[in-house]
Every structure is written in C-alpha cells, then in structure tokens.
C-alpha cells in the first residue's frame, strides 16, 4: 500500500478514507513538522496532503524519490514550486472553489472592525464601563466609496456582500477581469478616491509590493485597506509607516508576508510595526476557519489525492507557467 503524509491533523472520516488506500501518517499538530521531520516522512511517501504551513520546492523533492502527488487543502498554491514537481512527474492539486465565501465574509468583518474601532471599544468595555461617551467615532461602508483589487472569485463575492451596504460607489481594479456591477478605475485611482480598499489578488511576481511607499503616496488620507490575498500583496513596512503619519486610516489583515513561505527573503515575523499599532486588526490566517469547510476542503483534497494515486483524472491541477 502507498505511503501517504499528511501534515496536520484531519477530520477522522477524512483519515479513515486515506487509511482505506495506504498507510497514513500524520501530524498530530497543530505545530508544522519542521523541515528535517518533514524530509523524514517524505522518504517513502507516494502522496502528501499538504496545507498552509507548508513550503514544497526542489530541496524538498529530494528527499522524496517516490512522491507521486500533492494534495493541496488550500486554494492558493504559491508556497509550491509547481515547476520543481513537474520536472518530477509529481502533479500538484488543490481546492479553489470552498474558501471563497468564508473569506468574503471574513473580509467584511475586518473592514467593519478597522472602520468601527470594534477592538478598541471591547478594550474598553473590558477595562471598565460607565455607559456610552463620545468616543470611537469611526467610518462606516454605509455611503461610503469602496474599491475592490483583484476580480477573481473571491473579489467578486466580497462585491456580492458589500452591495448591501449602500455604498456611495464600487470601484474594481483588475487589469484582466470585469465586473458590471463596479466602475473599473486604475490601483491609482482606486487609493485616491476610496475609503475602503480590499485586497484579493494572489501572490505572483507582478503582485508581489503591489501596495507599496510609492502606491501609499497617492492613497486618499483616511483610507483604511482589507487584505485577504496574500501578504506579500504589501509591503508591510510600508504600510506601518502609512499608519505612522496618518495616511492610512487603518490596516486589517487576515495574510502576511512571513507566511509566503516560498520566498527566500521574505521577512520572519509580521512587522512589529503592525503588530503594535492601535489602528490594526490582525486576524491569524481565518478566511477558511469555519468547521464545516475546513472538513469539507479536507474531504475534496482527499479524493483528489486518491484519485491521483489511482490514476484517475484530478480537478483543479495546478500548472506551472
């Protein structure tokens, strides 16, 4: 029977459908492996179900002579070296499709958060509570304008939900998508005229910084900025320095740039800028952190790591460009 390695602990009926087709052995989490434990498992591994934490890339393959497939339970491969694992003949898949609408929730929870000063008034409530005062004035979505950056499925449904708000204007950035429902405008205008900008771009050489000192420069004074992408979307210590003189608004975050693990100087901490300022909500990487999905993407990485492994044909393969 196969090797199969599984690098976090799974739902049981997802383990006793991995059982049924090889030997299984799991990480009972929720701490990754490190690198040196990982390159243990993988001797013998034919399959490897794979999430977040972890970084695959040429170093990785060679200590990994009969890996066959990866099954990404995640939708953003990035932290992958798809083209190592072609030039291996190990196809790589993943799950796009169910952590779309848990991150657009999540989305809209960070703007009303930031917009709201929500973290600052439970702080307050907490501390002591003598009934309302003038205080935590802050900016609602409500008449407001709000651009969203990236039109892929997670940009459109965040649009879905903030329809609802009665915003003044929907304003979409996305050099390849389309969207009737929003003025398409350039990422200049878009920081220029908006008090709200969601960022929902993936991670790739032309998106890495795309929010930068120089795209901070032209953004309108007050804007608070939602990012659900990938970390590495902003610079973070850009943005730290934004907040510092006032022109962001606030920063929500859900990704950081510590956690694209593929990219050799990426930074190993989030920026201690963010981390103390009072105008941030940092969200430790919930966009899919909901029981039912979290179970139903393990399920879906499952089959196709089996199928894989049966050579049957495989949704949602990952191609190297």
Known sequence: MPTIVVTQPIAPEVLQKLQACGQVVMNPGPEPWSEAELQHHL?????LM???PDRVDASTLQHAPHLQTIACALKGFDNFDLKACAQAGISVSFVPDLLTEPTAELALG???AAGRHVLAGDASVRR??????PRFYGT???RSVVAVVGLGAVGRAIVDRVQGF???ELLGVD???QDERLTIVTQEQALARADYVFLAVPLLGTTRHLIDRTALRLAKPGLILVNIGRGSVVDEAAVAEALDNGRLGAYAADVY???DWLLPDRPRQVHPGLIQHPSTVLTPHLGSAVKQVRFEIEMRAADNLIRSLQGEGVDHLAIAH
């Open 257 to 259: 740039e510590m956690e």
């Open 110 to 112: 960070l703007a009303i």
């Open 140 to 142: 609602g979505l409500h």
């Open 128 to 133: 002591h509570y003598a009934g309302w005062r």
């Open 166 to 168: 009665g915003c003044a």
């Open 43 to 47: 001797r013998d591994a034919q399959a």
């Open 175 to 177: 050099p390849h998508g």
């Open 50 to 52: 794979a999430f977040m």
